[in-house]
């Protein structure tokens, strides 16, 4: 069965260490596709969303969601939360009436510059997703410390350690992924 991979990084900057990281998951992962979604949305706002409907960079981020066998979600952390970036997102698709999370396959993990690794903006992560009802894969926590030297020129981890780390988690996916495909 080919699986498809969406990422979906909390960070915009080009050399992100979070999208690094759903990159390195993803050919961990051994995914025959990987696709990155694009976090450059407006700002979510009631009034555009009445004047002009659901702009379309969201119904992209959508069908990409939805056309997914899995979802990789990687944020950093921000005083101790998930990005402005991130939670506008979610905010714009939990406005679309095909709610394309539920059930979904889903990995979370982060990258940051400090030695806890972003593990509490995982935490809000995990609340701010309930109520998309994803299939939230439970595995080993993966938060990257240090995450600019986490990294070799090539995108690859340096530890062996986060090597095991995402790699178990990849593999919890995977069998989410087939659990998930195997339902009535």
Same mark, same amino acid.
């Given at each position: 069965?080919?699986?498809?991979?969406?990422?979906?990084?909390? =960070?915009?900057?080009?050399?992100?260490? &979070?999208?690094?990281?759903?990159?390195? =998951?993803?050919?961990?992962?051994?995914?025959?596709?990987?696709?990155? =979604?694009?976090?450059?949305?407006?700002?979510?706002?009631?009034?555009?969303?009445?004047?002009?409907?659901?702009?379309?960079?969201?119904?992209?981020?959508?069908?990409?969601?939805?056309?997914?066998?899995?979802?990789?979600?990687?944020?950093?952390?921000? &005083?101790?939360?998930?990005?402005?970036?991130?939670?506008?997102?979610? #905010?714009?698709?939990?406005?679309?009436?095909?709610?394309?999370? @539920?059930?979904?396959?889903?990995?979370?993990?982060?990258?940051?510059?400090?030695?806890?690794?972003?593990?509490?903006?995982?935490?809000?992560?995990?609340?701010?997703?309930?109520?998309?009802?994803?299939?939230?894969?439970?595995?080993?926590? @993966?938060?990257?410390?240090?995450?600019? &030297?986490?990294?070799?020129?090539?995108?690859?981890?340096?530890?062996?350690?986060?090597?095991?780390?995402?790699?178990?988690?990849? #593999?919890?996916?995977?069998?989410?992924?087939?659990? =998930?495909?195997?339902?009535?």
């Amino acid at each position: 069965m080919p699986h498809k991979l969406l990422g979906i990084s909390g =960070a915009l900057r080009a050399d992100s260490t &979070n999208s690094k990281l759903l990159r390195e =998951a993803a050919r961990l992962y051994g995914a025959d596709s990987y696709v990155e =979604a694009n976090l450059n949305l407006p700002l979510y706002d009631g009034d555009l969303e009445s004047n002009s409907g659901i702009p379309e960079e969201v119904k992209l981020l959508v069908q990409q969601i939805a056309e997914a066998d899995a979802v990789l979600i990687s944020t950093p952390e921000y &005083n101790g939360a998930v990005t402005g970036v991130l939670k506008n997102a979610l #905010d714009w698709i939990s406005r679309h009436w095909e709610k394309p999370m @539920v059930g979904k396959p889903t990995a979370l993990m982060s990258a940051a510059a400090g030695r806890a690794g972003g593990v509490r903006a995982q935490t809000m992560l995990r609340s701010c997703l309930v109520a998309f009802r994803p299939r939230i894969t439970l595995a080993p926590e @993966v938060g990257i410390a240090d995450s600019g &030297n986490a990294f070799d020129d090539n995108g690859q981890f340096v530890s062996e350690r986060y090597t095991t780390s995402v790699t178990t988690l990849m #593999d919890a996916l995977k069998a989410d992924v087939v659990q =998930a495909s195997n339902k009535p």
